[in-house]
């Protein structure tokens, strides 16, 4: 095996340890701040340290390894992703770029840049905990407000409280955004494009917009044997009418994507009308006016089906986040760095939201796909070929060449 397969296996088998670390015992599911993160930042704070970077968490949770450049005034080249998960996780999604970034330090094998490398795992980007994505990225960027912060989980624990119980300062979180540098994520694809074009690696163009509501439908519950079909309020039916109506017109939309991931009904009995229900809708789009027009019509039809059930139905907004473009030079620079390590250059939109599209609003950012076996993610089966991890290493490092160089 060579040098480089051997290094992409070793990254490989640190991800499966860090998929151990999870709240529940047979799934990985590892939200913001919740314990089975210590044990990630013990490993990954680890291999920083062995790679030769100084660690520290900063306030938001985020763990950042700092490999010293010898210019003092020359911005960092920053490398993350994020270490939270979905429930019911994979391996890949987020701490596979956390550690390719460690292994582009590692390749480096001592020698100093004139530039500082900086490798984060960053705390938070799916956005499970407190129903909104990237707070993590967000303290880089300075986009921390009073809002977020006042966010409440499930069992009603703020942002604020959580990062308090973790033993860090939620009023110190503005020390620790970055003012400039140049950002990479390694990522991989989560969908099926590389694959079937038999392509190892992918270089990410745009990020697409989304947006993420809540939605809730209120009616009447009741006795379910009691109830003629003609007297309810029942507000799981009229949410199941809404939920057939966002597919139908997402599937008649060019590139639309609508989901609706989450429900949760209450009371919560087989024999009692639901009175109830609680809602996620997502929604994606390249184009933030179509993204836009379609939320605005979800809306409507819901308030429709409402009136004509005698529901009441209320949104929350949580994200509106706007399509965003990778920077034209950074990329055609990751692009040359592709072709020189002899993979063809297939550009390409992510539908996956990722920290690079928060991180692009304070400095240049490229991302490079990993191509996904089966097309999986967010799911346990997800997977990553050895040979396309060790890809990714020589296209990284040729990319870092290149900024040494100062020909991106
Ligand atoms: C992050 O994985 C997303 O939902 O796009
Ligand atoms: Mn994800
Ligand atoms: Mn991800």
């Not at 490798?119 to 921390?144: C, K, M, Y």
């Amino acid at each position: 095996m060579t040098a480089i397969l051997k290094h992409a296996n070793e990254i490989v088998s640190r991800c499966r340890i860090l998929a151990s670390y999870s709240e529940e015992p047979e799934f990985l599911t590892r939200t913001f701040l919740s314990s089975p993160m210590r044990a990630v930042h013990a490993d990954v704070g680890n291999w920083m340290k062995q790679a030769g970077m100084s660690v520290r968490i900063d306030n938001a949770g985020n763990i950042r390894g700092c490999y010293a450049g010898t210019s003092c005034s020359a911005a960092p080249l920053i490398i993350g992703s994020h270490l939270d998960t979905v429930p019911h996780a994979g391996a890949f999604d987020g701490p596979l770029g956390v550690l390719l970034g460690i292994g582009l330090v590692e390749m480096l094998g001592g020698r100093r840049l004139k530039f500082p490398m900086h490798v984060i795992g960053f705390s938070e980007e799916e956005g499970v905990r407190f129903g909104v994505p990237f707070i993590g990225s967000r303290a880089l960027t300075g986009d921390v407000d009073n809002d977020l912060l006042a966010r409440m989980d499930s069992k009603g624990v703020s942002v604020e409280q959580a990062i308090r119980e973790f033993g860090l300062d939620p009023a110190r979180i503005g020390e620790d955004s970055v003012a400039a540098g140049r950002y990479l994520e390694l990522h991989i694809e989560q969908g099926p494009v590389l694959e079937s074009l038999d392509l190892p690696l992918g270089v990410v163009e745009t990020i697409v917009g989304q947006s993420r509501l809540g939605v809730r439908f209120c009616g009447q519950a009741n006795h379910a044997g009691t109830t003629p079909m003609n007297l309810r309020r029942d507000a799981l039916a009229g949410a199941a009418e809404w939920m057939q109506a966002v597919e139908h017109k997402a599937r008649a939309t060019a590139d639309l994507v609508a989901t609706v991931g989450q429900i949760e009904a209450k009371p919560g009995a087989g024999n009692v009308i639901p009175g109830e229900v609680s809602l996620t809708l997502d929604v994606r789009h390249g184009s933030d006016a179509t993204r836009r027009e379609n939320v605005v019509a979800f809306l409507d039809c819901a308030r429709q089906i409402a009136t004509r059930r005698g529901l009441n139905v209320s949104f929350e907004k949580r994200l509106d986040q706007p399509s965003v473009s990778m920077d034209g030079a950074l990329t055609d620079g990751l692009a040359r760095a592709v072709e020189d390590c002899d993979h063809p250059v297939h550009r390409m939109n992510s539908g996956a939201g990722h920290d690079a599209m928060i991180m692009a609003r304070r400095m240049p950012a490229a991302m490079l796909f990993l191509r996904s076996p089966g097309g999986i993610s967010h799911y346990p089966d997800e997977a990553v070929f050895v040979e396309d991890v060790a890809a990714a290493l020589a296209v990284g490092a040729k990319f870092v060449n290149f900024l040494e160089a100062g020909g991106e």
